[in-house]
């Protein structure tokens, strides 16, 4: 047997305690968000790509949604969102040992954008009449701020380590093209990058000028 040594996971209750509440609470949670019309049936399969059957099952509580499906109901969901969230800051829920800087939180989102790149496509879908063609596309009139957000931080780091466009935010971060834009249009009106070469093969530069504060 192996030693009763080290820290203990919580006695699993409620919706963690087994797959039949599971099941129960899930079919609760997309019943009260969608109800269970035909309606509703097509739109959690547009959602989450599941067949018909496989849907009746979670609205009836046969079964819950397993891995993929589930992702793809917390990304979709905002019902199903929130009772993650829930989760994550209940009681059962293992506390972070330390606070999470923002390099980490740029690390996990460069591997999230990874993963998103290894399964075909970008972390959100880019119009393709809308490409990053340089700096003329960037937001105009945008005013100078003393403070940057997280997003634009991270740019900047990228920008120093080589090459890094909107199209890199909007993977990594998963916001639109105009908000990765209206970042990169804050940066440049703050003197702290320039755009050096042609529309479409230029890059952005350091000026070498400070980097203000961190926005909280």
Same mark, same amino acid.
């Given at each position: 047997?192996?030693?009763? +040594? =080290? ?5 699993? +209750? ?10 129960? +609470? *899930?079919?609760? !949670? ?7 019309? @035909?309606?509703? *049936? ?10 018909? @059957? ?10 819950? /949604? ?6 793809? !109901? ?14 994550? %800051?209940?009681?059962?829920? *293992? ?14 989102? %460069?591997?999230?954008?990874? =993963?998103?790149?290894? =399964?075909?496509? /970008? ?22 701020? +003393? ?8 740019? !900047? ?24 834009? @209206?970042? *990169? ?32």
């Amino acid at each position: 047997m192996l030693p009763n +040594t =080290g820290r203990k996971f919580p006695l699993w +209750t409620g919706v963690l305690g087994g797959r039949e509440t599971y099941a129960q +609470t *899930i079919a609760e !949670l997309l019943r009260k968000e969608h109800g269970d019309s @035909r309606r509703a *049936i097509k739109q959690l399969m547009r959602q989450t790509d599941a067949s018909e @059957r496989t849907v009746k099952h979670w609205l009836s509580g046969q079964h819950g /949604p397993d891995t993929v499906y589930f992702l793809r !109901l917390v990304v979709s969901s905002p019902v199903i969102r929130a009772f993650v969230l829930g989760l994550l %800051e209940g009681p059962a829920a *293992i506390p972070l040992t330390g606070p999470v800087d923002r390099i980490s939180l740029a690390r996990a989102r %460069e591997a999230y954008a990874a =993963g998103e790149a290894a =399964g075909g496509g /970008p972390a959100t879908s880019a119009r393709k009449n809308d490409p990053e063609r340089g700096p003329e596309r960037d937001p105009i009139n945008v005013p100078d701020r +003393t403070e940057i957000n997280e997003r634009q931080h991270w740019f !900047l780091d990228r920008v120093a380590a080589g090459r890094c466009h909107a199209k890199e935010i909007v993977s990594v971060w998963a916001v639109s093209l105009k908000t990765a834009r @209206r970042d *990169i249009a804050v940066l440049k009106a703050a003197g702290l990058i320039c755009y050096v070469g042609s529309p479409r093969k230029g890059q952005y530069r350091l000026t070498g000028r400070r980097r203000p504060l961190l926005a909280r």
